[in-house]
């Protein structure tokens, strides 16, 4: 990740964390003066995502170094390292949210008496957290896709769900004073399923950037046209990319006329080579080989 790139991240994950704090606190104080443990859980979800935005942080930073001798091709894939740390964080909230939504209601444990005289603040503490996390998440997703950072978009899904949290902590309570506490663990057990697939997703997108797995067929078919549209090149043999963390490799043999001289070849070659990586922003390097247009494959 370039530097312009990094302080974008950084200062997404900054704003990030500030947000959290100040969340977490008053969804914390709302829940201990309702008494209620929808709220306290909630406000016990948003410090979790302090820390998911931390691993988001150090995912990061270790991204951005520069190669060394240990790690000659960069250190891009750390970040995705960052969001499969992230996918299982999410995985195991929704586990534990789903879980004690089970236990509540083979237990009948519902507490309808603990939702007190503030229950209308820990309904607006719902309803604040709802809105603010919602609009980190779209903050977040912002920057994730400016600077291609998994990391950080698994953060943003990380603020979608304690938003989503905060959405059976709002049916829960509201729920307690209309008289239906167990809406409160069935509406945790529904935002459980959707937190599950969301973490799941999360880790098979970071696995396929640290398994070579190739770019979209459309971004595979544009490099092609730009290949082709180079002077002097005949054809393509082959063109394989592979994603290396957020950036790309590209390989591609094309074909040019038997007769050139190897200076005017490797010309050619340096001009689709230059042409890829201009393009192509997120190409961090592509080699190019060049083969005679009459050759058999």
């Given at each position: 990740m370039n530097q312009p790139n990094k302080q974008i991240a950084m200062r997404a994950a900054r704003n990030s964390i500030i947000i959290n704090i100040g969340l977490?606190?008053?969804?914390?104080?709302?829940?201990?003066?309702?008494?209620?443990?929808?709220?306290?859980?909630?406000?016990?979800?948003?410090?979790?995502?302090?820390?998911?935005?931390?691993?988001?942080?150090?995912?990061v930073k270790l991204a951005s170094k520069q190669p060394d001798k240990d790690h000659p091709y960069g250190h891009e894939r750390f970040e995705c390292v960052a969001a499969i740390v992230l996918a299982a964080l999410v995985l195991s909230t929704g586990i534990g949210i789903g879980w004690a939504g089970i236990q509540r209601i083979l237990t009948s444990d519902f507490h309808v008496e603990e939702i007190a005289a503030f229950g209308v603040l820990a309904l607006v503490a719902a309803l604040v957290s709802i809105a603010v996390k919602e609009g980190v998440y779209w903050y977040m997703r912002a920057a994730a896709k400016k600077v291609d950072s998994s990391a950080l978009m698994a953060?943003?899904?990380?603020?979608?769900?304690?938003?989503?949290?905060?959405?059976?902590?709002?049916?829960?309570?509201?729920?307690?004073?209309?008289?239906?506490?167990?809406?409160?663990?069935?509406?945790a057990i529904a935002i459980a399923f959707f937190i599950l697939k969301t973490a799941i997703s999360i880790f098979k997108e970071a696995v396929g950037k640290m398994t070579d797995k190739a770019c979209d067929d459309?971004?595979?078919?544009?490099?092609?046209?730009?290949?082709?549209?180079?002077?002097?090149?005949?054809?393509?043999?082959?063109?394989?990319?592979?994603?290396?963390?957020?950036?790309?490799?590209?390989?591609?043999?094309i074909c040019v006329d038997a007769t050139l001289t190897v200076h005017e070849a490797h010309g050619i070659a340096q001009h689709a080579h230059d042409a890829i990586e201009t393009q192509f922003p997120k190409v961090k390097h592509c080699m190019v080989h060049v083969n005679p247009a009459d050759h058999e494959n």
């Open positions: 977490s606190a008053f969804k914390l104080v709302a829940g201990i003066l309702a008494q209620s443990t929808a709220m306290i859980s909630d406000a016990a979800h948003s410090i979790a995502d302090l820390f998911s935005t931390v691993i988001a942080i150090i995912g953060d943003a899904w990380h603020s979608r769900l304690d938003g989503i949290t905060s959405i059976g902590s709002f049916i829960g309570i509201f729920g307690a004073l209309l008289g239906f506490p167990i809406l409160d663990p069935i509406a459309h971004i595979v078919q544009e490099m092609r046209q730009v290949i082709l549209a180079q002077e002097s090149v005949v054809g393509i043999d082959q063109l394989k990319t592979r994603l290396f963390g957020s950036r790309i490799y590209v390989d591609v043999g």
